[in-house]
């Protein structure tokens, strides 16, 4: 290809890119015109501007173009000027009318590609940004980092009670960014399917960790808790929260939330069992060989549910069953207020005060003033009100501390909707607050969920009828009436049919509890308990299979052990000591302490029997129970006794076995209230497009996470030593420094 060739085919390009342009222009030209003439009424097409390459061509008929400078003819297929005008490039480069034109013809093209740029410019900005233009990405990411972030964000929203739409906040991303460039932060549509991946995962997990640790314990017994409320969904769903709690084989007890069940249709007690079974199937791994023990309020639905001699057609067998004991009392409160008008009517005008400070913000403005005046702690007239069956008693015990100032509110209250009190008021109310003491804090101390709590339950009764007997003896007139009566409706069968020390499973895990064993019963009571125990159906894989006889008997205690026992020395041998154990119980009431101090003075010890081969399995539990409660009174109250059990359960086996299976049994159904507080705490006004079953996975997520979150550690070298508290948030130790501490949240 020779010189001449080329300069065609870069004129034949060079008169291409020139035709584009001059039909850009032209395009271009008639949009503007078009926007000139928008107001006329008969708008006209304005003529296209003419390329410029026709001031030195003229048109020819068919097609054609003919150059004035040289008059040759060149064909213009539907107007293109790309022929002529590299022909005049071309040809009549040197020529000055040439020069000019090609000098148009650039700054035409150069007018058209800024144009062009505008229009690109302003088109991005009518449009919703990309995900990835959030963040400049500097690299690749590890695909494992990115999950783990993505699981990260999914945990921090829901323990957090964060929305959702958290992800897209610009600030939020900003903060990734800065601590990883390479992260794409996803949309909330794509956190919420990230949630909804990882609630899946959750179910399956927990699945697994409880069909794991009932197996591995041995007894295969769970402890379940139902309660019907209201979720704050959009739709106000009815719904039942199912927990389950049981022992693993270290004596550790744990509880978990398992389902948010709709209720849909009619809620009979039958419906009720047949939802808590699929459930107990499909989230917990409930097997028909395991053992259910269930809990509930004393709605007549849920009895009814949970009754043991009911819908046997449903193919889920309850053994132990039971009514929370935190809605027992309050039922018997109640029952006891109505049935005695002067202290219901003290106790309402508390009630009438605080609802009146509630409604009305200048009311209440007045009545702080008067705090603030007297010196007091501008506080609420209820304060720390833990547990909704007590609100009543936590207002009059606040009310009364602050009997002064509401004195002084009513001496200043011109209103007629307020009754003031009366000195005859205090004085009922005082007897109301003291007669309820040990009960609302038994109450509180019962609603534990990771520490034993059913063989608190006579023991506390114990308790309460001892102090409300002592208090009617200095009593008379209506403080008199109240206390007896609400001592006789504690005690009426109703509550307790067959008298509360004889119930099941709370008489026998009451005797396994070292802290009070057989303090608290008679003779009668305590075989009782041991019949109970014996007929148990922990045991009756053993008596199936015939392991008992291969289950060593407990050792005989000889004269010398029993008066070293009863007098406070050493016990028996291969017995943790009692400073061995570990985490404590929450502190019980003083009062509780001195009846426990009392009873095991007046206890006496009897020597038992040595034991003999080829006993039967009530015989080896008796035996057991010999050697056992030698041991009574070397625990204090506050101490845990699964940390005893723990230690211990190799010296009486079969009485471990029992504490194992049972000792998760609730004494109250706050398990599932703490659910709905949840989910009251979990559906605030930003998250109104939650379905019910999106909030009810919530639930159940964040109940696991939290249950399973691990304790932060922090070692400044590789040999700082562990550090001393169990009950540390952050852990920090270096034996660089030669010290280890321990920060407490």
Excluded at 39 to 66: F, I, S, Y
Excluded at 152 to 170: G, Q, T, Y
Excluded at 478 to 503: A, C, E, I
Excluded at 644 to 669: D, E, G
Aim: proline share 5%; net charge neutral.
């Amino acid at each position: 290809m020779d010189s001449s060739d080329r300069d065609d085919d870069a004129d034949r390009e060079e008169g291409m890119e020139g035709d584009d342009t001059n039909s850009e222009a032209e395009e271009d030209s008639e949009e503007e015109d078009n926007n000139n003439l928008e107001g006329l009424q008969m708008p006209q097409r304005k003529r296209k501007e003419p390329a410029v390459v026709w001031k030195l061509a003229d048109k020819v008929e068919g097609g054609g173009a003919k150059c004035k400078l040289c008059k040759k003819i060149y064909k213009c297929a539907q107007g293109n000027t790309s022929n002529i005008y590299k022909h005049m490039v071309s040809t009549h480069r040197d020529r000055e009318e040439v020069k000019l034109l090609i000098k148009e013809q650039t700054l035409r093209k150069e007018k058209l590609k800024l144009k062009r740029l505008q229009k690109e410019k302003k088109k991005l900005s009518r449009n919703q940004p990309l995900i990835t233009n959030f963040s400049n990405r500097r690299g690749i990411l590890d695909p494992l980092k990115k999950k783990r972030i993505d699981e990260a964000l999914v945990k921090m929203s829901i323990c957090m009670n964060r929305p959702f739409d958290d992800v897209e906040n610009h600030h939020f991303r900003n903060l990734m960014f800065i601590a990883e460039p390479n992260y794409i932060v996803p949309s909330r549509r794509r956190h919420v399917a990230n949630f909804d991946a990882e609630a899946v995962n959750v179910a399956e997990a927990l699945k697994k960790d409880i069909s794991k640790d009932v197996t591995e314990a041995g007894h295969k017994t769970i402890n379940i808790t139902s309660d019907h409320g209201t979720s704050s969904d959009q739709f106000r769903t009815k719904k039942n929260a199912l927990t389950v709690a049981r022992c693993d084989k270290n004596f550790n007890i744990k509880k978990d939330v398992v389902k948010m069940i709709t209720c849909e249709g009619s809620q009979t007690g039958q419906k009720i069992r047949e939802d808590v079974k699929k459930w107990l199937e499909q989230g917990a791994g409930w097997e028909p060989d395991w053992t259910v023990n269930w809990v509930t309020d004393n709605e007549s639905k849920q009895v009814n549910a949970r009754h043991p001699d009911k819908h046997h057609g449903v193919g889920l067998p309850t053994t132990y069953t039971g009514g929370c004991v935190d809605h027992t009392a309050e039922l018997t409160i109640e029952e006891t207020l109505q049935q005695c008008p002067p202290v219901k009517d003290a106790v309402q005008k508390i009630r009438s005060f605080v609802n009146h400070l509630k409604e009305s913000s200048i009311e209440k403005e007045k009545f702080h003033k008067l705090l603030q005046n007297a010196g007091v702690e501008t506080m609420t007239v209820i304060q720390g009100t833990s547990n909704r069956w007590f609100y009543k008693y936590s207002e009059t015990h606040r009310a009364l501390l602050l009997r002064e100032h509401i004195d002084s509110y009513f001496e200043q209250y011109v209103g007629d909707t307020l009754e003031a009190l009366s000195e005859e008021d205090w004085k009922l109310l005082l007897v109301y607050e003291n007669a309820l003491r040990t009960l609302v804090h038994a109450g509180k101390v019962l609603e534990g969920e990771l520490y034993p709590t059913a063989s608190s339950v006579i023991p506390f009764l114990d308790t309460v009828f001892d102090d409300l007997t002592s208090m009617s003896a200095r009593m008379r007139g209506v403080s008199k009436r109240f206390v007896d009566q609400l001592l006789t409706n504690l005690k009426s069968s109703k509550r307790f049919p067959n008298g509360y020390k004889t119930m099941a499973p709370y008489n026998v895990l009451t005797l396994l509890d070292l802290r009070y064993s057989d303090l608290y019963f008679n003779e009668e009571e305590y075989n009782q308990a041991v019949s109970d125990l014996a007929n148990s159906k922990v045991f009756d894989e053993l008596l199936i299979h015939g392991d008992v006889h291969d289950i060593p008997v407990a050792g005989g205690i000889g004269g010398n052990d029993v008066e070293g026992v009863g007098g406070h020395s050493d016990p028996p041998p291969g017995v943790i000591q009692p400073g061995q154990v570990g985490q404590a119980l929450p502190q019980q009431d003083d009062s509780v302490a001195r009846r426990r101090a009392m009873l095991l003075a007046a206890k006496n010890v009897t020597q038992q029997r040595a034991p003999a081969n080829n006993l039967s399995l009530k015989e080896k539990l008796t035996m057991e129970l010999s050697k056992y409660l030698l041991l009574r009174g070397t625990l204090d109250t506050s101490d845990n006794p699964c940390d005893w059990w723990r230690n211990n359960h190799t010296i009486f086996p079969l009485l471990a076995r029992y504490w194992k299976a049972v000792c998760p049994f609730p004494a109250t159904s706050t398990s599932s209230e703490r659910a709905f507080s949840m989910d009251g705490l979990i559906i605030i006004p930003t998250r109104t497009r939650l379905t019910p079953d999106r909030s009810g996975n919530m639930i159940v997520c964040r109940d696991f996470w939290m249950s399973r979150s691990a304790t932060e550690s922090f070692r400044l070298c590789p040999r700082c030593p562990p550090p001393p508290s169990s009950s540390a948030c952050y852990k920090i130790s270096c034996s660089k420094h030669q010290q280890v501490k321990s920060v407490k949240q």
